[in-house]
């Protein structure tokens, strides 16, 4: 029998310091760019993470909105946000967004 994957994720309290943005994210597609493959190696640099929020910004990603809904209702446990151990890390534990790009903006 099959592994499902909720039986494969473990809760992590995390500090925000400690999430990488995914700078690959498949949902650029949508503002019509070409793709530049970020390497993993280059997700916690300044420059890439402070690109990959200012992308996830555009109004395409009604960011601003989910802000208020999150400010309103609050952060709801359902809304999990899904990361990974990047594979990068040296010394400190850092994570890579799979799932909540939006959220963690």
Known sequence: MEKSYSSMLS??????????????????SELGEEPNIIPEARYAEPKIQLNTMSKMKDPKFEVSELKDTIKEIGFLPMDRIVVRRWRHSMGEDRYVVIDGNRRVT
């Open 11 to 28: 809760p992590l309290d995390l500090r925000l310091d400690q999430i990488l943005l995914d700078p690959n994210n498949p949902r650029f």
